[in-house]
């Protein structure tokens, strides 16, 4: 009822006043009307029932009563506690407020001229705020209030009358429900009716206000407003009642500056601030209103009764009722109205579809003290005076207003859950909302304790146990309450703490999305946003709470019995849960038990995060909507039936599948993955719904059932899947965990089996593989029952470390996974075949149909890309505790070096395109060798048989192959080296760091790099090598290095540089070995971080090309940085300068090595000028230096001062034919280097077929014994030897092939001379321009016989060659007025240099005859001696078929005995033979002295013979007789006939002189008399000299090698 109905007299006079108040307002220009302000006093005089029925009757509420009606100020308590004086009040008429309180005007800090008139939305401290996302705070408390004003004043500005607008007052206040209904009173008493009528309607609205003026200090403002009717005026007033408790930061965030954000709450928490701050405010209506109703009674009780004692006794009652404690404090929030969760001991209704708890405030239980008011209680018992200390209160429990009160603690523990100390964990908004974590700690035990007995069912069920109180320590769960803000968790189990690291102290009264990688929010919403939703949605789902509270219990199971959930079923697919009713203990057996069905269960795969989990992992959570004993209620006897909604939910990490989800859900986050994720969760779902029982083991076997199949159809596309052309998913691992722990047992039941078939097995190599120790066998075991037929089970520590993979990349995968990862590599070399048959023995395995064991010869690839050859021995092994049988791999790896085509994958990738002919070679090896290995030779052979068999053959295969050049294993493996190289555009980078070097060495100051890179610079030897790279490989070369070594970049780049070094190792020690040394002891500088560019280091290097011609090379390198990384730059010289005597220092006798050492000793003087010396410079000077002292034995005797072919022709050299073509090799090692080829010119050759059959004979026959010099490493004397070729004309043609073979081992012609002998001298003049046609440059040409007229033609003929050498058969023994002689005497001192062939005369007769042995006597030499030095005296160069045969030394034949290579026995005789002179004078019969041939020796520059040879004396001195030796009674002999011959006496002790004759003039008659058959066949037909072979078939024939005049036929003279 309205306050005009009882104060009528004081309603007219306040509404007469407020009416002249009104109309004598100031009006200003400019300015709001501002009314005359009625005074307080009058106005709370007038609503002073309403007051009372708000503020009540408690202690502080009267006290706020009195001090408002008086109109005191508020006073600050000095304590900090609550403020004591008058409310802040304010009253509204239609035009605005025309009255307020003192309180109000201090309180909002504003006159009455600013707020007088100001309407409901301007008027201060009610905290309207203007932004869209701020208005949610105080939107619905202030309609409430709009609706109330709109209600008042609408009737007057529709000028109704008084009594009309009160009745249209009160029937709106019916329609809020402000009032109750007087039309249903059937069960009501009239007691009720007369309380009722006395009942004032108020508003209760609870805002968030600015202090002061807008944007001041926020505070909570809990409004009181109610209608007046004043005379006919209707106006509503306001009661401000601010609250003690302060807003929470998070609900209000000021503006600091300029950029931040406006003012407001946290947006984070706007998705939960409408249901916090209506569960703040709700049933705060219904509060005030029982606390009005009891003021009313009490006042009643106080008018009937005047007596003090009385009134003060019921005064006291009321208080004690309105206050009595309560035990069932909740110390959250209070719960929603709309609450579904909670089922107390009381009537249920149905009001507009909700459940509402209708508990009066007379129809307490009995013995019950508690007053509770929707659902909220308030008691004196729950909390101890500490907590009210803590909050600095001097207010007592119970002294505070009713609604006050409530208000107060439900905002003070709103303040505390939204505490800004840990209210995010990572990006997630996780504040305390729940009712747990707001409880004292001894409360927060007996919660958890409540809620541990009632879990324990549930864990058992879960862990298929009896009893579930051992498993509550294993298994990971919460329990979640739906039924509260955010759904918090009420109970943590200590599993999983252990599993998230999150202590049950932080997580209690939080959401659970604290474990949804809360530091990485984009892979969360990727991976978890669409599973966060359905949990919501499941949370949500409580459809079943309404069927479920129709089920009544019977009376005597309310208190004999609890709800618990027992187990849980699945019928027709869908899991639900099933509550059964128990009864206490003694319930008799077969009792009925109801049971109420539950929904669904709900499975849901996630990715969490905690602080003990380094990385995140994949859990599958099992949520279940249960019903549980409230361990938030302490209930009764009475209520011991009570039950609460929950959720529980555990955790099943799936570290068993982690990995193989991990493989295809990679940290990239495309929409191809989260569709994998979805597909995942698909499966899930749907293979769930055939699960009869939710238990650990049945989501387990599930993880292991969905994630292999999924892996398996979705893998293919992912890297991690994949080994390079093999898909290799980890779909094994369920194998993996059920092998765990049984290859011993595995190991010890097949160890004979395997000893067997390996051959030999120590017992410490058999301990170290039981073990799994390093130093065992390399083995794996693999299931072929698997999914992947051959997943991997085991694998053995020694395999992990061969070929590199660890446990964790190998185990349940596929051995596909050490197969090539290139499918051309894997296909050509294991071959389709081979993979078949190792298939085929899996399958047969798997049906208990395969042989025990089988070999296989197979390709490994490492991890890191490195490949080797490997003999797998499979066996069929049996596990004796589960009788399961395995796959038991063991691997021998077979110790060859690998062909670069196969050496590594990365190798692979960048010559793949190069290598089509070197694999398809490779393969077709391998696959013969399989079929080797399988023929009945093999098959029952042990392991370590085979293995060194295959390597055997490997090894001989790989020899014959370009990755060797002779002994030097050169494979290309530095071809990704040379690819970065390419890429990275380095190589201008170190041309540009070496460009004033290149100047500097090569003496070049306008070289430039930039023609060096297009190809246009000068041919200088540049290579550039990369010392990090495998085998530290040329990764750039010069033009000029292609040209001098012959090896094309194609080829080089890749390879170290060791192909230049000489193809055979002893050889290439000998020579380099200290270079080598020195070279990697610099190569290793450059693999050091710290070295820069270090200074020139000098090398002398004897190289060959490709060719296999020696390369004397002059090195300069240095370390360059460029692009960060080091490389090698070298500059080469070869040196050309004497090559032909360097070539002598190549042959590795003692004498060669000493000078080789020397030239490295005075190279060793430059080294530490390097840097400033040229390349050029060092050459000539240790070239000019070392030949000064350089050894005559190791020089072939030559004509001295003079140029060009002269001087490359050496005094003397063999005469070859067919017949002594394998004399070649002695001959350059007795130190002959002249060999002239003569070609057969007999008449069997002139005939077409002759000719046919030596063209195609003689070039094969010739290639056979430079094939066999080159075996015995003469090649290296290439450039000291010196090679003319003889043919006659018809024989012109064979030359090309001639040239050809000598240009296809290195060798070269120096001279092609025309055979003219029989021809006419147009016939020699057509030949020569011929054969002037066809010569290359470079080549000279010359004639053989013909006579001055022959040679006079072919000099005249145009265009033709001149004649550089003119060669006929001369010997000592030929007259001198012959017309060749007198020829060859006149060429002396021409260009064309003399030479004589078959110098030891026809058959070698000059040598046989009493002359030439007589001279030799003489000298002390051997008659071929004579011929020889009698050729240099006349200046000409001598030929022999014969010379080793007549050059053997008898004192120097031992030296051919020895090891050395090279004895040069030819070269230390002629050296130690007289001189020419000596050997002329011998020849006219004069007597040469040991001493005399010696001093003759040094004039002409030969070596003393006293040095090298111990020269037999003809006659030993009187005085002491000796024996003679052999030799010497030889000698004796042909003295003494040559003596006869030219009838001389012999003196004693004196070499024979020959005698002076009576007739001076007459000529000696010495070379009748000792060549008596010369003149007999100076006039018969000349015969053939001897250097023709009959034997064209190649087979040795004395005849051949001793031509006699009888055995070989003659030729007609021309």
Excluded at 1500 to 1524: D, F, M
């Amino acid at each position: 009822m309205l306050c005009s109905l009882d104060t009528e007299g004081l309603g007219v006079t306040l509404g007469v006043t407020v009416g002249a108040k009104t109309a004598l307002c100031r009006v200003r220009k400019g300015q709001r009307p501002v009314p005359d302000e009625v005074d307080w006093k009058i106005v709370a005089g007038y609503v002073s029932e309403p007051l009372r029925q708000i503020l009540g009757y408690r202690e502080r509420g009267a006290s706020y009563f009195n001090a408002t009606l008086d109109n005191l100020p508020l006073v600050p308590d000095v304590h900090g506690g609550r403020p004591r004086g008058g409310l802040p009040c304010v009253a509204f008429s239609a035009e605005g407020i025309f009255s307020a309180s003192r309180s109000f005007h201090e309180l909002s800090k504003r006159p009455w001229e600013r707020i007088g008139g100001l309407e409901l939305k301007k008027a201060p401290l009610h905290g309207l705020m203007p932004e869209s996302h701020h208005r949610s705070l105080n939107e619905r408390a202030w309609q409430a209030l709009e609706r109330l004003h709109q209600r008042a004043f609408q009737m007057t500005q529709a000028k109704v009358s008084p009594q009309r607008q009160a009745l249209t007052c009160i029937k709106a206040a019916r329609q809020l429900g402000l009032l109750a209904n007087k039309g249903n009173k059937s069960s009501e008493s009239s007691q009720q009716d007369d309380d009722m009528a006395h009942l004032y309607p108020v508003t209760v609205a609870l805002l968030v206000s600015p202090m002061g003026r807008t944007g001041g200090e926020i505070f909570w403002n809990l409004v009181h407003a109610f209608m007046a009717d004043m005379n006919g005026t209707p106006c509503v007033i306001h009661v401000l009642l601010p609250l003690r408790a302060k807003v929470p930061a998070e609900l209000w965030r000021p503006k600091v500056g300029q950029d931040e954000v406006s003012p407001g709450p946290n947006p984070d928490l706007l998705p939960y601030l409408e249901e916090l701050l209506c569960r703040a405010r709700s049933g705060l209506q219904e509060m005030q209103r029982q606390q009005a109703k009891h003021c009313i009674r009490l006042h009643r009780s106080m008018a009937q009764d005047s007596d003090g004692e009385q009134e003060k006794e019921a005064h006291n009652t009321l208080i004690d009722m309105s206050s009595r404690p309560d035990d069932r404090i909740p110390s959250s929030l209070p719960a929603s109205p709309v609450s579904k969760g909670a089922r107390f001991a009381a009537r249920r209704s149905k009001t507009a579809g909700r459940l509402v708890c209708k508990i009066a405030f007379d129809a307490l239980p009995k013995g019950s003290s508690t007053v509770q008011f929707d659902n909220y209680s308030y008691s004196d018992e729950s909390e101890d005076q500490e907590s009210d200390m803590e909050r600095g209160s001097e207010d007592p429990k119970g002294s505070l207003p009713v609604v006050l009160e409530a208000c107060e603690q439900r905002c003070a523990k709103l303040a505390l859950a939204l505490a800004e100390d840990d209210l995010y964990c990572g990006s997630h908004y996780v504040p305390r909302f729940g009712t747990t974590a707001q409880l004292s700690f001894p409360e927060v035990m007996r919660v958890q304790s409540e809620a541990a007995r009632e879990c324990e069912p549930l864990v058992a069920s879960w862990k298929e146990e009896k009893d579930g109180r051992h498993a509550m320590q294993s298994v990971p769960f919460l329990v979640i309450d739906p039924d509260e803000i955010d759904c918090p968790v009420v109970f943590v189990s200590s599993a999983f703490e252990e599993l998230t690291g999150h202590w049950r102290s932080w997580a209690l009264g939080r959401n659970l999305r604290f474990l949804l990688l809360p530091h990485d929010p984009s892979r969360n919403r990727f991976y978890n946003g669409q599973e966060i939703n359905r949990l919501e949605e499941f949370y949500k789902n409580q459809d079943f709470a309404e069927d479920t509270m129709k089920v009544d219990r019977p009376p005597a199971a309310r208190s004999k019995s609890s709800t618990k959930v027992i187990s849980s079923s699945s019928t027709g697919g869908r899991s639900k849960e099933r509550a059964i009713t128990m009864a206490a203990a003694g319930r008799k057996k077969g009792q009925n038990e109801p049971s109420v069905a539950l929904p669904d269960t709900m499975l849901s795969l996630l990715m969490l995060k905690g602080p003990k989990t380094p990385n995140p992992f994949w859990t599958m959570l099992c949520l279940r909507h249960v019903w549980m004993k409230d361990p938030n209620l302490n209930i009764t006897a009475e209520m011991d039936y009570a039950e609460k909604h929950f959720v529980f939910c555990t955790f099943v990490p799936l570290d068993g599948q982690k990995a193989a989800i991990d493989d295809l859900l990679s940290s990239d986050l495309s929409e191809y993955k989260m569709q994998m994720v979805s597909w995942l969760r698909t499966l899930m779902q749907e293979r769930s719904q055939t699960i009869e029982c939710y238990c650990e083991r049945t989501i387990l076997k599930l993880a292991d059932q969905v994630v292999p199949e999924w892996l398996q159809d979705n893998g293919s596309k992912q890297e991690s899947c994949l080994a390079g052309c093999h898909f290799v998913p980890r779909i094994g691992l369920a194998p993996v965990r059920e092998f765990e722990g049984r290859w011993p047992s595995l190991f010890r039941s097949n160890q004979q089996m395997i000893r067997t078939r390996l051959g030999e097995l120590s017992d410490e190599l058999a301990g170290r593989t039981l073990h799994n120790e390093d130093g065992g066998l390399y083995c794996w075991v693999a299931d072929p029952n698997a999914k992947d037929e051959a997943s991997l089970v085991f694998i053995s520590c020694t395999l992990r470390e061969l070929l590199g993979y660890s446990r964790e990349e190998a185990l349940a995968r596929n051995a596909l996974l050490f197969r090539p990862k290139s499918s051309r590599i894997d296909y050509s070399i294991n071959g389709p075949e081979e993979s078949k048959r190792v298939k085929d023995f899996w399958q047969c395995f798997a049906d208990g149909h395969a042989s025990q064991s089988t070999i296989s010869l197979q390709l490994f690839e490492c991890k890191s890309g490195r490949r080797l050859f490997g003999l797998k021995l499979l066996l069929r092994a049996r596990e004796p505790g589960s009788g399961k049988d395995f796959l038991l791999v063991v691997v021998m790896p077979i110790q060859t070096k690998m062909p670069a085509v196969l050496a590594s994958h990365q190798i692979t990738e960048c010559m793949e395109d190069d290598m089509g002919v070197a694999l398809d070679q490779w393969g077709s090896f391998v696959t013969a060798l399989r079929d080797e290995l399988f023929g009945p030779s093999w098959s029952e052979r042990c392991g370590q048989d085979v293995c060194s068999f295959l390597g055997h053959r490997i090894q001989t295969f790989l020899e014959s192959c370009e990755d060797y050049q002779g002994d030097l294993f050169i494979p290309r493996s530095g071809v990704v080296a040379v690819d970065q190289f390419r890429r990275s555009g380095a190589v201008r980078r170190v041309l540009k760091e070496v460009q004033d070097d290149v100047r500097r060495l090569y003496e070049n100051p306008n070289w430039e790099y930039e023609n060096e890179l297009k190809r246009e610079a000068e041919p200088y030897v540049i290579s550039i090598a990369d010392p990090n790279g495998e085998d530290c490989p040329l990764v750039w070369i010069s033009t000029g290095f292609e040209d001098v070594t012959g090896y094309q970049r194609e080829w080089a780049l890749g390879r170290n540089d060791r192909f230049l070094q000489p193809r055979f190792h002893a050889w290439n020690m000998q020579f380099n070995s200290d270079q080598l040394e020195a070279m990697q002891n610099f190569v290793l500088l450059g693999k050091h971080d710290g070295a820069g560019n270090t200074m020139n280091c000098l090398f002398l290097f004897i190289h060959e090309t490709r060719a296999g011609a020696p390369l004397w090379n002059l090195m300069s390198m240095q370390h360059v940085k460029a692009n960060g990384k080091k490389y090698i730059a070298c500059m080469s010289l070869p040196i050309q300068q004497e090559r032909m005597l360097l070539a002598e220092l190549l042959c590795l006798d003692p004498v060669g090595l000493q000078q080789l050492a020397r030239l490295k000793t005075l190279l060793a003087r430059y080294e530490h000028g390097a840097k400033f010396i040229s390349l050029v410079a060092v050459t000539q000077q240790l070239v000019s230096s070392f030949i000064e002292g350089f050894p005559l034995v190791l020089q072939a005797p030559s004509l001295v001062n003079q140029n060009g072919i002269a001087r490359q022709l050496t005094l003397f050299g063999l005469e070859i034919g067919s017949g002594n073509m394998q004399d070649m090799a002695e001959a350059l090692k007795s130190g002959i280097r002249h060999l002239h080829l003569a070609l057969p010119g007999g008449p069997t050759t002139k005939a077409a077929e002759g000719s046919n059959f030596v063209r195609t004979i003689l070039p094969l026959k010739l290639a056979e014994v430079l094939n066999m010099l080159h075996q015995e490493h003469l090649h290296y004397l290439r450039e000291a030897t010196v090679i003319t070729v003889r043919a006659p004309p018809h024989l012109l043609p064979v030359l090309t092939e001639v040239r050809k073979t000598l240009a296809t081992h290195g060798y070269s012609v120096l001279c092609w001379l025309l055979d003219v002998r029989g021809c006419s001298p147009t016939e020699a003049a057509d030949h020569w321009q011929e054969l002037s046609h066809t010569r290359h440059a470079g080549e000279a040409l010359g004639l053989f016989g013909g006579g001055a007229k022959v040679l006079s033609a072919t000099q005249s003929v145009r265009g033709g060659a001149p004649v550089a050498i003119y060669a006929a058969e001369m010997h000592p023994g030929r007259r001198p007025d012959e017309q060749e002689v007198r020829l060859m005497t006149k060429l002396e001192g021409t260009n064309i240099m003399p030479m004589a062939c078959n110098v030891f005369g026809p058959h070698e007769s000059w040598i046989q005859s009493a002359e030439a042995k007589a001279a030799a006597a003489r000298c002390g030499v051997e008659p071929a001696m004579v011929a020889l030095k009698w050729a240099e005296h006349k200046g000409f160069r001598a030929t022999s078929p014969q010379l080793l045969m007549h050059l053997r030394l008898e004192a120097l034949a031992d030296r051919r005995g020895t090891a050395e290579l090279m004895n040069r026995n030819c070269v230390r005789a002629y050296r130690a033979a007289p001189s020419p002179d000596a050997v002329m004078a011998a020849l006219n019969g004069a007597q040469v002295s040991g001493t005399a041939a010696s001093r003759a020796s040094e004039s002409s520059g030969s070596i003393p013979a006293e040095q090298l040879l111990a020269t037999v004396r003809c006659c030993p001195p009187k005085a002491k007789a000796t024996t003679p030796s052999p030799r010497a009674f030889q000698r004796i002999r042909a003295i003494t006939a040559a003596e006869k011959t030219l009838g001389k006496p012999r003196c004693d002790g004196d070499m024979p002189v020959r005698r002076e004759t009576s007739k001076p003039s007459m000529p000696p008659k010495v070379h009748l008399q000792a060549l008596p058959d010369m003149l007999k066949r100076a006039r018969s037909p000349r015969q053939v000299s001897g250097v023709m072979c009959v034997d064209w078939q190649g087979t040795e024939n004395q005849s051949s090698r001793l031509p006699s005049p009888v055995a070989l036929p003659s030729s007609p003279r021309s």
